[in-house]
């Protein structure tokens, strides 16, 4: 059995997310799926680095002209996801998205202007979804992008479209990057100790040193991820976020291993 990268993420956030998720979870959060896309598509697309970020100016012209060509195209990379969203939906997350643009342009001209070119050089991919995938780690996924370091080396980096931390990275998305740091050194054969965090609403790319603590994590949890796919459940921690989780009422109520089944 080998276990989905971005499901060390969602055991990091909460294990029995993973209990009681079923395979169509995002249609309940179809809002957030599709903004995460948008912002996501955009942060990938060409067209936000044909030209040098010489000034703010230009950044806006190409995020506006990036936004322009996703809400060309989104729809029909996404066939199956559209097939099931309200079109209505969709008008409304992409005015929201475009409306965003400008507070995006600042975050990013704000740490181009803290660091210069290095910003770019950390977003801007060499290649985009790449599908990695080791029997040996028993691991799989595909990471967003693959970008050139500082070295000229070839190191994964990962977009979120959510909150960021004041300082360095949430923990989740760094075992997360560190999963994919894993695998990308299988398919090389040489070893990568970095990577990249990009949380592209606020402008920043962060490089993130991955470390033998984080290698370790990603294969522990890797092996209890096994054991809630085999019908184990987690035992049940009481977290902030849990109130507005969408599993609560589940969650409160301990399953039997035989209900999970039948």
């Known amino acids: ?18 209990y009681f998720r079923g395979d169509d979870e995002w249609k309940d959060k179809a809002d957030k799926f599709l903004k995460h896309t948008f912002l996501r598509e955009i942060s990938l697309e060409e067209a936000l680095y044909e030209r040098e970020w010489e000034d703010k100016s230009i950044l806006n012209k190409l995020l506006l ?10 729809e029909d990379i996404y066939r199956e996801e559209f097939e099931r969203i309200d079109s209505s939906l969709f008008s409304s997350v992409k005015e929201e998205v475009k409306n965003e643009l400008s507070e995006i342009s600042e975050g990013i001209w704000c740490a181009v202007e803290n660091s210069g070119g290095e910003v770019r050089a950390l977003m801007e991919p060499e290649e985009i979804e790449r599908r990695l995938y080791s029997d040996r780690l028993g691991l799989f996924g595909r990471v967003d992008k693959i970008i050139s370091d ?12 959510g909150r960021c931390p004041d300082f360095g990275v949430w923990k989740e998305d760094r075992i997360q990057l560190a999963a994919y740091v894993m695998l990308l050194e299988e398919e090389v054969g040489k070893t990568i100790n970095r990577g990249v965090v990009e ?7 962060i ?7 984080d290698r370790r994590l990603v294969l522990d949890v890797r092996n209890k991820i096994k054991k809630i796919y085999r019908g184990n459940l987690p035992e049940r921690e009481e977290k902030v976020f849990c109130k507005y989780c969408e ?10 291993l035989f209900s999970k089944f039948f």
Request: charged content about 30%.
């Open 150 to 161: 500082r070295e000229k080396d070839h190191i994964p980096s990962i977009i979120k479209t």
């Open 199 to 205: 949380y592209f609403r606020f402008g920043k790319p």
């Open 1 to 18: 059995m080998n276990i989905n990268v971005s499901d060390i993420r969602t055991y990091l956030v909460c294990p029995r997310i993973l």
């Open 247 to 256: 599993y609560r009422e589940e969650c409160a109520v301990k399953r039997s």
């Open 65 to 74: 002209r990036s936004f322009s060509s996703v809400e060309g195209k989104i």
């Open 207 to 213: 490089l993130v040193e991955i470390n033998r603590y």
